[in-house]
């Protein structure tokens, strides 16, 4: 058997509103999307919220619009829709490409966009049932006083590891939020922080409603290294959107997940603005990757190897799409 | 003779038939041991060892006992004897006593009304132990000064052995090419899809109990309840429900069966215990982290002249079956080919982990892996085709090998020419893109343990036919169908023996009160052993239903057979009896008819006088070979596999269609194995411990497999059959690993080869090339 999920109450509101003020109550509440993330940790005790909220019954998370501005894409859209829908997949294949390559079918057909921007960052030595942690000693990020991948620090270093963000970060995508202030936007990017154990800029309350990304046309794609192909997490997932004129570079944002505590967008990469794609930048796009990706040891999969193929995955996709981008050109 | 194989008179279609249980499966209406009726029963849960080693100085449960819900609480008080499935080597309590040895060793049990109940109640059990040091690979637990896990193994180790069969110095005197390879592999584990269950009910009234166990060998299992319980054998019934897979994982009686039945009998009543993933592999039994070092002489033309291996093998903290796979890792080195000498030594160590265990392949695989991964890596320096080196050492049936095992029938070089074939080898070896490779091995496997575990003196199996007034025939036995289609089996080798249709035939199987005890589900020994028994069993009936239809018909006997379930005349159209009339004929003055079949492996088959020499020993090799085609990312170590080709030797297939399902299952669990599966324990604990991140691959990384069927028709074989099930694993890793150093030359001395250690191994690769390439002046 598993383990028994702690007691809690369900709530299903209809509306944003009626969510937001079940997310604010006191006594801690939590989101219910598609529960692919939420349930599994919940049967590992890593949290024992006393109300779960529903999403479900939100009508209007489930919409896709399409206009000749953005697409909008409400929060409680699947990723099997999001993998089939035609409009996202012609003009975002990078979004497209992430949503394919998370956990298999199964989840895909529960899990949502909005539980995946909000998933929790993962540490082997974290999701393990109650029974491994207590066995262990509690860490950091359970609340207790130690890190077991650096002890010396004071900071939880567990990866962010959903794979749709950097395809949103790097198509510009900016996230609606409903909270107890009201409404505001924020740009994916700025969505999150470096601390595994507060990796998101979200309130308690705070409500994903849904994803707004610019209409006009870029070149993007997502790569992502796992061990086996289907049911598994990214030791590092590279995005990769770009435009160019007359075969160079005139945009591009890489963004990387799997391998720090939040996904991000590499910077320095204005140096290779307005250069064609050649081994030379790619080279240097390499370099930058390795330079700024912070993986540790909290996946059984070395370190060392994620950092390599974080550049390696950002290297090709630079590189196909560049290609590609200079066969439209001729 | 029995053993001709029926050839076309079959009365089952000759591409095979689907399970006899199949459609209870895909539809849901079979039931596994979880799913079993269990309203009313009590709620069991294990109380589990944080530490890797200590000593335990206080075991407190009286709070836990006082819990409202609470029905038994049970502890290494409880039980006072050791369980193994080894007679020699039983040095495990069921539930710790005085030592912890592992993180997650069975310390104390409760059963309470529900889970919740229950997990408060180990909440409020206090444990108090002193830790001792813990040692967690073989280096440290062999090193000088390391604390004993066991008293009396001195050292940690469990058992060494020391064979030498021929000259082995003589041998690599006569070499052209001698090499050496240190290759380690992984611990994996059977990562069967049902997790542990148990379901046990303690009568007060009449002091019996009924165990239903997800066990492949309800036979061990039923004697270590005996033994631990302190009951008598006749009151323990031991039943196994539909089981979802083994693989080694149930082939002796676990710990958690025990503390199931030791709770019911404390509750007087009934316990379901249902263990987690975590605990599932916890519980473990599998296949050892093993460090081999091999070393081969080879002529110039290929001919290996000597072989000498030494395996160390991580055997966690108690015996199970450790002995029997230290001892097979060398007795298969053998009886695959034609080796001059052997020399062979083993240390099975004891380390502060799981307790590891039989694994399909049980003992082989990684010695294997290492002696196949070395043969290519030396026909390639010699220049030589690796299947024209396998081709100079094949062995000629029937011939007893150096360590005196036989070797009857021996399809291996028509399995070669199949796939070598198959995969259009000659044309496409060396001529594949960079970054693709072909690569291939070869693999064997026993029959059946030619001397059981437990010598009683008894056949080896024991097959019981009931035939009554309808007409019907039910197979008893005791072999546990654990998925791999045994009792299917039992229905063909009885409906072509008698010449009826299959659907005349039950089968009755792994019910203690009601089946012949059998020995089990392991070394492969079942479709060998008691199919033999089985069709030993049908010529009995059928010699008896015979006699009544000559009667009848008055007819000679010695003229009559039935074929597609109608008694007629060899001769001679004449008037045909049925077969449900020929029963009815049989049942005069005799009542339902009961006969029963066996079969015993003759004493010259039970392996060399050597200590331990029954190890390995069998009636039949299985022998496979496959290719296996690679595409090797440079840029990020991932090993696609594009294609398998496997043919196996299983003498004959009695169900071609169950056949190519075990030899595509083992190549899938060697791909495994090869490819990514490995236990990782962090300071002792589990981090595997979920399918998330033990990873067995998913279907979309999962080659085509073609399977070929070679039948070398074994002279005692049923039917002429062999084992199927086992053989073909083996091979993979090698063929993969040849594979990959055909794509991009580099050499793995590690499985799993993940994409972090092929990325290891292109870094060395370009490393050394930079190397070689610089002029000699600038390399100091
Ligand atoms: C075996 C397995 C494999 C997996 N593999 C992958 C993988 O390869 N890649 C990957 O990215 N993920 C993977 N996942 C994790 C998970 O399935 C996905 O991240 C999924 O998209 C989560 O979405 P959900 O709707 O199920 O979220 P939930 O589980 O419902 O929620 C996740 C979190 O987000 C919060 N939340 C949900 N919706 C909102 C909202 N609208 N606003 C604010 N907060 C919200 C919840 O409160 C919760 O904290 C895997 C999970 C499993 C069990
Ligand atoms: S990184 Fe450290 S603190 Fe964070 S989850 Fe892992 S062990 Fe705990």
Redesign the interface.
Known sequence: ????LPPFRVLRPQAIEAAVAAGAAPGGARYLAGGTDLLVNLRRGLLAPAVLIDLGGIAEFADIRCTDQRTRIGSGVTLARLATDPAVGARHPALRAAAVAVA?PGHRNLATIGGNLCADTRC??Y???E??R???GICLKSGGEIC?VAPEGKRCHAAFSGDLAPALIALDAVAEIAGPGGRRRIACADLYAEDGRAHLQLGGADLITAIELPAEPVRSGYLK?R???????PLAGVAVALATETGRLSMLRVAITGTNSRPFLVENTAALLGRAVDEELLGQLDKLVQKQVRPMRTT???A??RR??AA??A??LLASLGASAAASVA | MHNAPPGRRRPTPAAGVPLIDGIDKVTGRARYT?DLEHRGALVGRIL?S??GHGEILRLDVTRARRLEGVVAVVTGEDCRHTYGVLPVAMNEYPLARGKVRY?GEPVAAVAAID??TA?RALALIELEVRELPAHYDTASARAPGAVLLHEDRPGNIERAVHHVFGDPAAGFATADLVREACIDCAEVNHAQIE?HAALAEYDPQTARLTMQSVSQVTFYLHLMLARCLQMEESRIRVIKPFVGGGFGARVEALNFEIVTAMLARAAEGRVLM?????ETFITHRARPQTSVRIKLGLTRDGRLTACECEVVQRGGAYAGYGIITILYAGALLHGLYDIPAVKYDGYRVYTNLPPCGAMRGHGSVDTRHAFEVLLDRMARELGLDPFAVRRRNLLVAPTRTLNELAVNSYGLADCLDRVEEASGWRGRRGHLPRGKGLGMACSHYVSGAAKPIHWTGEPHAVVNLKLDWDGSVTALTGAADIGQGSSTMVAIAVAETLGVPIERIRVVAGDSATTPKDNGAYSSRITFMVGNAAIDAARRLKKLLIAAAAHKLGEDPENLDCLGGLFGSTRATQTTLSFADAAKAALVNEGTLTVKGTFTCPPEAQGGKHKGGAVGSTMGFSYGAQVVEVSVDE????IVVERVWIALDCGFAINPLAVRGQIEGSVWMGMGQA??EET?Y??G?????S???Y?V?????SPPIEAYIVESIDPNGPFGAKETSEGALAGFAPALIAAVADALDVDLDQLPA???RV?DALVARRRRQRLQHQPAGDAK
């Open positions: 058997m598993t383990a028994p298999a082997i030595y999701n393990q049932s029974w491994w207590r066995a262990n077991h290294e061990v086996r192909q289907a049911f598994d997490f059984l999969t070395p060392g190897y390599i193929v390696a995955l290297r090709r | 979880a589990r944080p530490v993180r889970a919740e997990a997790p249902e263990l987690t993933r975590e840029a990020t170590g991932r490819l990514m990782r962090l300071d604990m589990p981090a595997h411990a399918l998330l991140e990873h691959p998913t279907s979309v990384d993940t994409p972090d990325m």
